[in-house]
């Protein structure tokens, strides 16, 4: 099964349904089903649309390479290169290992704005800009090799063993599949729907997963 945001029928599927889960545009799996969404969460399905809920998910999912992003473009400016790589390192770990657990429903809009590339792209050529012109070629690089790094997700693999860790110690869901339940709980309580039956959402994921890992072997 394909979806599609609201209103726009021609427009491509922002996610499908398979037999392990759902699998947005984004490449983000959730192992979960449309059924098992309007079961857990019929009204904040109904205010929202299952496309819209996905897509503020998907947005979460990217808050640390985006956070880091923009973290690093004013470390920049503020302090030397080196100092500016160490704590946006700091930033992109700290918020890969909490974001999953931690979602602001209302921050997530803004969130999705800063997620687009080319806003990302126009903040990276203003700073590297300034910083050419006032001949500061270390942090040019240090921004350069960074913006490079993080879009092309190298840090996230990199640290993604520590992350994996971290996440299974805290809750046995995936780190897209807690932020979803999340997604839905806040946007559950923003409006005041009943969130009970979303308790039961996680042993339904987990069952899908443990599905997904056998259809693999």
Not at 59 to 77: D, H, M, R, Y
Not at 80 to 92: I, K, N
Not at 194 to 205: E, T, Y
């Amino acid at each position: 099964m394909f979806g599609r945001q609201n209103g726009e029928r021609k427009s491509r599927p922002t996610w499908v349904e398979l037999s392990e889960g759902i699998l947005t545009a984004d490449g983000v799996w959730y192992h979960t089903r449309e059924e098992d969404l309007q079961n857990f969460a019929p009204e904040v399905i109904e205010h929202y649309g299952i496309s819209v809920l996905l897509g503020r998910s998907d947005s979460w999912v990217k808050l640390p390479v985006t956070a880091t992003l923009l973290s690093l473009i004013l470390f920049l400016l503020v302090v030397s290169p080196w100092l500016a790589a160490l704590y946006a390192l700091a930033v992109f770990l700290l918020l890969s290992l909490l974001s999953p657990f931690v979602v602001f429903f209302g921050l997530i809009p803004t969130v999705s704005r800063l997620n687009h590339p080319i806003a990302q792209g126009l903040g990276y050529i203003a700073v590297l800009t300034f910083l050419a012109a006032n001949n500061q070629m270390a942090a040019l690089g240090v921004g350069l090799i960074g913006f490079v790094v993080l879009r092309l997700q190298f840090v996230t693999r990199l640290i993604a063993p520590l992350s994996s860790r971290f996440h299974k110690a805290m809750s046995p869901l995936s780190a897209p599949d807690s932020i979803l339940r999340n997604v839905l709980i806040r946007a559950s309580l923003k409006h005041g729907y009943d969130a009970g039956a979303l308790s039961k959402m996680q042993d339904r994921m987990l069952d899908i997963m443990n599905y997904r890992k056998k259809s693999a072997k």
